[in-house]
């Protein structure tokens, strides 16, 4: 069965850095597309960016370009997220979820979906 | 950038009763919008993805319709377990994009 597992619970002073890690087991990893998403306290979810896991290519948010690194490790299947210059609302649980495999319809085919989730790594920023 | 703003935002229903959730997009997304459920402290849930397919091993109860701006989540017939929040989002186009949610809450 698909998992996808996430890094612990993190404490990070503000101006820092932090790595979340997710595993990924019961497919194939390179196949598949990762998204990180992540949820501030009673907010909605906001989508942080993407990595191609067979290729690595990436694409991310513009509201974090330039603080956000997403990378992978095939050897490993495991997806990486690093968030950096981190300030309070930064404090977050953040999410890697793993890509649906694309829908056609007309002759084009579209994927965004998500369809496995890690369970979540709590991030909290404060001084 | 596209918005997705959802609506209302709770939704106060009996048990058995039907739900109806509205999602709107500020631009066209075709049908390229996912539904998820989501239950506190628990990571969302895929429902529906290419507006009207539902995601495996989700129930019948749960279908999804529209295309372009207008968007519907309808619940035929909630249960004890659907009370939740619930998401839209659109993958149309970068950067991919969720509503602020509705509540569904036991009336």
């Known amino acids: 069965q698909v998992q996808l597992v996430q890094s612990g619970a993190e404490v990070k002073k503000p101006g820092a850095s932090v790595k979340v890690s997710c595993k990924a087991s019961?497919?194939?990893?390179?196949?598949?597309?990762m998204h990180w998403v992540r949820q501030a306290p009673g907010q909605r979810l906001e989508w942080m960016g993407w990595?191609?896991?067979?290729?690595?290519?990436?694409k991310y948010s513009q509201k974090f370009q330039g603080r956000v690194t997403i990378t992978r490790d095939t050897s490993a299947s495991t997806a990486y997220m690093e968030l950096s210059s981190l300030r309070s609302e930064d404090t977050a649980v953040y999410y890697c979820?793993?890509?649906?495999?694309?829908?056609?319809?007309?002759?084009?085919?579209?994927?965004?979906?998500?369809?496995?989730w890690g369970q979540g790594t709590l991030v909290t920023v404060s001084s | 950038e596209i918005v997705m703003t959802q609506s209302p935002a709770t939704l106060s229903v009996s048990p058995g009763e039907r739900a109806t959730l509205s999602c709107r997009a500020s631009?066209?997304?075709?049908?390229?919008l996912a539904w998820y459920q989501q239950k506190p402290g628990q990571a969302p849930r895929l429902l529906i993805y290419?507006?009207?397919t539902r995601a495996t091993g989700i129930p019948a109860r749960f279908s999804g319709s529209g295309s372009g701006t207008e968007f519907t989540l309808t619940i035929s017939s909630l249960q004890s377990e659907d009370f939740a929040v619930y998401y839209c989002?659109?993958?149309?186009?970068?950067?991919?994009?969720f509503g602020q949610g509705t509540k569904v809450e036991i009336k």
């Open positions: 979820a793993r890509e649906s495999p694309p829908h056609c319809s007309g002759g084009s085919c579209y994927s965004g979906a998500a369809d496995y």
């Open positions: 019961g497919y194939t990893f390179t196949s598949y597309a």
């Open positions: 990595i191609n896991a067979g290729n690595g290519n990436t």
């Open positions: 631009q066209s997304v075709s049908s390229n």
């Open positions: 290419g507006a009207s």
């Open positions: 989002q659109q993958y149309n186009n970068w950067p991919l994009a």
